[in-house]
């Protein structure tokens, strides 16, 4: 898990729906990397997480689009996947972020890499892991069960 830290502006928002924000103006933004279930790469944003989409006809800016398929941010990062900007001047998502997200990623990574290299039984790793994590009580909600992990 990598992390880069950038400065960006917030434009407030004067559209009618609900638009959520975590930026506020000149806010540093904290950028992580990690990866989906098949093992490519994905940002995760101040508690939103943005999946590669497609790239320009040079080759050379990513796009990357918020995974809540409702939400239209799209952000760039040049080829070595860092911020450049959000495609919008208006920092919005249409829905709350998920910090805990994150967590329940790393934590299935590390247990998918135990897994293949130790001969334990899965639900052991498992259990030990989410013990070692140490998550807290709203992350805890929101994992799935052990099996289904």
């Keep these: 898990m990598e992390s880069q830290d950038i400065t960006m502006n917030e434009t407030s928002s004067s559209s009618s729906s609900i638009k959520y ?7 540093k933004l904290n950028v992580t990397k990690a990866k989906t279930n098949k093992r490519k790469l994905m940002l995760f944003i101040e508690g939103y ?9 040079n080759k050379t800016i990513k796009f990357w689009r918020c995974t809540d398929r409702s939400c239209g941010m799209i952000l760039y990062t040049n080829l070595d996947n860092e911020f450049i900007r ?10 709350l972020p998920n910090p805990a997200q994150l967590k329940i990623r790393n934590l299935r990574e590390t247990m998918r890499e135990r ?17 070692k994590a140490l998550l807290t009580a709203e992350t805890l909600a929101v994992l799935p069960r052990v099996t289904t992990i």
Excluded: C, G, M, Y
Excluded at 21 to 27: E, G, M, N, Q, R
Excluded at 49 to 57: G, R, T, W
Excluded at 115 to 127: D, G, K, M, V
């Design 21 to 27: 924000s975590s930026l506020s103006t000149s806010a």
């Design 86 to 95: 959000f495609a919008r001047k208006v920092i919005d998502h249409s829905h």
């Design 115 to 131: 897994a293949e290299n130790e001969l334990l039984p899965l639900q052991e790793i498992a259990e030990q892991e989410i013990r």
């Design 49 to 57: 997480d943005f999946q590669s989409k497609i790239f320009n006809k």
